[in-house]
């Protein structure tokens, strides 16, 4: 559950025309919207809702296939499909997780930890940008240990992370096949996170799906030439090509979005050529 501080109030009028640009769609949700996002079931909802819809098209792209030509050929292992079945399993863990786990938890939570209190002001685009950014630097430094640790770890890996790598081919769907206890180590960071930074309301929300976007990027297996990872220079973002290398090999790319820490510590593979279809 996310816990908000009151920030220091701003005259509107005071600030610069840039710095007001988000005040109308927030001055909007505390109206008309406030039982929504002063619960501390929304951002679960949003990262489920999230997963859900992003991850939609791309388990569609998988069911048609070689249909799609276009797609297809953009395809990181074109002769490993995921299964209807495999789709399903993944997709009615995630559900089961979030019903049996995480939902009970948010709930006990609101037993202990008090009412988030929403700031009047609006976070400028310049705080959403850098604090978003801020909390993505963060949390991927936290699970690039996390997941170096739980492959060096024989018995770690089995008890908590193979679940996810029960398929060498990942799929879109496959994002969210994770064990309880690194769902919910990822869920407390995801949390955490915005607090230790001091962001925004608006700030985390918005981090909260961009970060389920690339996630699930990561895991569509699918090489495309709009991807984020194509779009950012140097091969900052990692994206599907490095995700979909450490399913097939598994000691590299250990970042969930970033490549700076495995190109520091050794840890970077590219994607094999010839795993792609040109």
Request: glycine content about 4%.
């Amino acid at each position: 559950m996310e816990k908000f501080t009151e920030l220091p109030r701003q005259s509107l009028h005071s600030r610069a025309p840039s710095e007001r640009i988000l005040q109308p769609i927030w001055d909007h949700l505390l109206s008309n919207h406030l039982p929504l996002i002063s619960s501390p079931f929304l951002p679960v909802l949003l990262a489920f809702s999230s997963y859900f819809w992003f991850s939609l098209p791309f388990a569609a792209l998988d069911l048609l296939g070689p249909k799609v030509p276009f797609f297809h050929r953009y395809k990181i292992q074109p002769d490993r499909r995921p299964t209807p079945a495999a789709m399903t399993w993944s997709f009615l863990r995630a559900v089961f997780n979030h019903l049996v786990f995480v939902l009970p938890a948010v709930a006990l939570g609101t037993f202990f930890l008090p009412p988030p209190v929403l700031p009047r002001a609006a976070p400028t685009v310049y705080e959403v940008l850098v604090d978003g950014l801020a909390v993505l630097l963060l949390f991927d430094a936290q699970y690039y240990v996390w997941h170096v640790a739980h492959h060096k770890h024989s018995q770690l890996y089995r008890w908590v992370h193979a679940v996810h790598h029960e398929y060498v081919a990942p799929f879109s769907w496959s994002t969210e096949q994770l064990s309880i206890p690194e769902l919910m180590t990822v869920g407390f960071w995801s949390n955490l996170d915005p607090i230790l930074l001091r962001c925004h309301p608006l700030t985390t929300w918005c981090v909260t799906v961009f970060s389920i976007w690339l996630s699930v990027e990561d895991h569509i297996g699918y090489d495309l030439p709009w991807a984020l990872n194509r779009l950012v220079p140097w091969g900052l973002l990692g994206g599907a090509p490095a995700h979909d290398m450490h399913h097939q090999m598994p000691s590299s790319n250990f970042a969930p979005f970033f490549s700076h820490w495995d190109r520091i510590f050794g840890t970077a593979v590219p994607l094999k050529v010839n795993a792609k279809r040109l």
